[in-house]
């Protein structure tokens, strides 16, 4: 489109606001429809000439052919020149957005509006082989119609800010507790530097890294993976590019990582092999691929050393004497609900807790984070005590995921995070066995959160030794997906008479 625009502008220059994006042609019909955008500033000047523009466009084409006008309006403000930049950068460059964040984009809007990549010297490098600058510069002026500037600058490493966070004594993890005189970093020996400057820190147990920061983690390589990919515009004689993906196990955790190689170090992959024994430091953030709160890393160096036995420090979670977020709630039945009904015994009378979880969504597969527990407490046969709670998740729900759990935005605005909301189930659990329907989905999902905070398992019983499978599922709720509602019919089944 780039040439019937300079026509159009050449020909109609009373126009200067209309940027043509796309033609769809119906040979069948002989139609076709021009997709064109226009600024938001300019919406009432452009509706003011609509007709006129179109019988413009109209004038480049046969006078047999039907022509047809879109227009979407758009805006260059900072956030919209930003979300551009980041979304190329994500779709052209996975090499180049693996180290460009938004702190590292500076945009000034306005009249002469200008983009600046902060880069360190060997991405800055990479980016201008690749003529990132102008190919960010069309991107940004096809979609927001807007002159922009686009220029690069050398960004060096806080050095010294990296090494403190690395080197900084690893924080207690909330609600543990651990024995005097014990430390929570391993030392491995017989360092090597394989990639960047040697690792000289001690590493960080995988199990207590919680949430994103820069960190040193040692291990041993598994589940290795190379991909390639073909840049747009390779250097001469090279046509591919790899990076790696593994996973980091020190005895305490896994960690997926993921290391992007620059060009003058891509000799280094051949020291990531399975078996491996590494020393990795890099920025853990949330993994969005897996979306169960789990962390990822960002490799940015890694040290070959020695293997390493070390005592895993037994960790004993605690809870605080009151709940500090979740408070369970006493079940109030109808009392002359069954006085008219013969006394039967109940299915189940031994002391039970039926849960159930709802996830970001109900793909068993992929199911997303835990957004919400509920939990029945039942002895002797009756329901005492009920348990609920939202969760808010590490990653931003969308619209149709909100949606189709009954939620809207500030319905999960506040609310605690798992690392919150898991230590106050464990204590309204503690001491009995848990049971859901569907069992094995529930269970593994409990399993993974407990595991992950160093919560003791409790034991769990097959619900099907009350009744068969198909009395559960109809006894579930058909029209909604919320915890509690569900753990409550299970409950209420459980405790009536066949």
């Known amino acids: 489109m780039d040439e019937f625009n300079k026509k159009f502008a050449e020909k109609y220059p009373e126009f200067p606001f209309v940027h043509f994006t796309e033609a769809v042609i119906n040979v069948d019909n002989a139609r076709v429809t021009l997709k064109c955008i226009c600024r938001k500033e300019k919406e009432s000047e452009y509706n003011a000439v609509r007709e006129k523009v179109k019988y413009a466009a109209a004038s480049f084409f046969p006078p047999s052919v039907n022509v047809l006008s879109e227009v979407s309006f758009v805006t260059a403000g900072h956030l919209d020149i930003l979300h551009t930049v980041m979304d190329f950068l994500q779709s052209e460059s996975a090499y180049i957005s693996s180290v460009a964040d938004p702190d590292n984009v500076v945009i000034t ?11 360190p010297s060997y991405v800055k490098e990479y980016a201008e082989k690749e003529n990132i600058c102008q190919r960010l510069k069309d991107y940004i002026d096809l979609r927001l119609f807007t002159d922009v500037t686009v220029t690069t600058e050398t960004v060096d490493e806080n050095v010294d800010e990296i090494r403190k966070t690395l080197t900084a004594v ?11 005189n014990e430390g929570r970093t391993v030392d491995p020996a017989g360092r090597v530097a394989l990639c960047g400057e040697l690792i000289d820190v001690k590493a960080k147990y995988i199990c207590d890294c919680a949430q994103p920061e820069y960190t040193v983690i040692y291990g041993v390589i598994s589940d290795k993976r190379e991909f390639e990919y073909t840049p747009k515009k390779p250097a001469p004689g090279e046509d591919k590019r790899k990076f790696a993906t593994f996973y980091l196990d020190d005895g305490t955790a896994k960690m997926r990582c993921t290391w992007f190689p620059t060009a003058s170090n891509k000799d280094a992959m051949k020291y990531i092999v399975d078996g491996a024994y590494m020393l990795v430091a890099g920025k853990t953030d949330y993994d969005t691929h897996r979306g169960d709160g789990s962390l990822k890393m960002t490799v940015r160096r890694f040290t070959g050393c020695e293997h390493t036995e070390f005592t895993v420090n037994n960790v004993v979670r605690m809870v605080d004497d009151e709940y500090r977020f979740v408070r369970p709630k006493p079940y109030v039945a109808l009392a ?24 970001v969504n109900d793909n068993v597969f992929r199911p997303g984070e835990v957004i919400e527990i509920g939990a029945v407490k039942i002895d002797e046969g009756e329901i005492k005590e009920t348990f ?31 690392e919150q909301a898991f230590p106050d189930f464990f204590k309204f659990f503690s001491g009995y066995r848990l049971t859901s329907f569907p069992s094995e989905l529930n269970t593994n999902l409990l399993k993974a959160y407990l595991e992950k905070q160093h919560i003791p398992i409790p034991e769990f019983i097959d619900i099907t030794r009350y009744a068969e499978a198909r009395s559960f599922k109809s006894a579930r709720l058909k029209n909604t997906r919320r915890a509690l ?8 089944f459980l405790t009536s008479s066949t």
Request: aromatic share 4%; glycine share 4%; charged share 20%.
């Open 388 to 418: 609920s709670t939202l969760i808010c998740p590490h990653v931003n729900m969308t619209d149709e995921e909100r949606a189709a759990a009954g939620l809207v935005a500030s319905d999960l605005k506040g609310k605690p995070s798992s």
């Open 170 to 180: 690893a924080s207690e993890p909330k609600f543990s507790f651990e024995r005097p």
């Open 336 to 359: 002359q609900s069954s006085i008219y009904a013969d006394k039967k015994p109940p299915l189940a009378r031994d002391p039970l807790i039926v849960f159930s979880l709802m996830t």
């Open 109 to 119: 809007s306005g009249e002469a509006p200008s983009v600046i990549l902060k880069l």
């Open 485 to 492: 509602p569900n753990a409550l019919a299970i409950a209420k």
